[in-house]
């Protein structure tokens, strides 16, 4: 399985900052995910970020607001901007590998905005 | 309604003991199933795919169920350790196999 490092793994911020989060892999992939966890609820993909071009942003989740870089095939940041209290989640990283496209996880950026 | 359902719990379990809990789906493209577990404020982990055979892991049991649409978990001789959220993942082939995530069943091993 893909080993997923991520970064910072927790963060409190202020209303009206930006937080980029950081997401790097151990081997090559062609897509990488990034889905928001609120307390108590599933998981949202936020969206999908592919190397040399522009993120897929799902319905609800706008490129201004979660502006995504994915410079080469392992690494990918994701930018929460403008926060408001709204914005308080764990972000998720992930990959896809294998004959059963299984997905794994990064650690996980758990984001607490006043 | 929601593709993915989940009883959320929680289910209070003796430790040795047995749970079973399912996870239902209406999308009944759905091709690939699997169960994560997930530690409190921990990143989702894989624990088990899901075939149509059903399968087992060590004291991890799942099963599918396609023609009620619904996925099972079952932990035999609970340990203490077991104590997690348990989400259910579906891949649906007419969503450009998009990920399905159920919230969550959360089990709670007791002493």
């Known amino acids: 399985s893909a080993v997923i490092s991520q970064k910072p793994s927790r963060d409190i911020c202020q209303r009206g900052t930006s937080l980029t989060i950081q997401c790097q892999v151990d081997?090559?992939?062609?897509?990488m995910f990034w889905y928001r966890q609120q307390p108590g609820q599933s998981l949202t993909l936020i969206a999908t970020a592919n190397q040399g071009s522009e993120a897929t942003y799902e319905s609800g989740f706008v490129i201004d607001k979660f502006p995504i870089s994915r410079p080469n095939l392992t690494f990918s940041t994701l930018t929460v901007s403008n926060m408001s209290p709204e914005d308080s989640s764990i972000y998720l990283c992930s990959v896809r590998q294998g004959p059963e496209e299984k997905l794994f996880f990064g650690s996980g950026t758990q984001l607490s905005v006043l | 309604r929601k593709e993915v359902e989940q009883d959320p719990g929680p289910f209070n379990v003796p430790e040795g003991a047995t749970v079973a809990f399912n996870c239902t789906y209406s999308?009944?493209?759905?091709?690939?199933f699997f169960w994560y577990r997930q530690d409190c404020r921990k990143e989702p982990k894989l624990l088990m795919s899901?075939?149509?055979s059903g399968n087992e892991d060590g004291r991890f049991t799942a099963q599918l169920n396609r023609a009620s649409q619904y996925i099972s978990l079952l932990i035999r001789d609970s340990k203490l350790s077991d104590s997690a959220t348990y989400l259910c993942?579906?891949?649906?082939?007419?969503?450009?196999?998009?990920?399905?995530f159920g919230a969550g069943t959360q089990v709670v091993v007791t002493p």
């Open positions: 899901v075939y149509s």
């Open positions: 081997s090559q992939v062609t897509m």
């Open positions: 993942v579906v891949i649906n082939l007419d969503s450009w196999g998009k990920l399905q």
């Open positions: 999308n009944s493209a759905s091709q690939s």
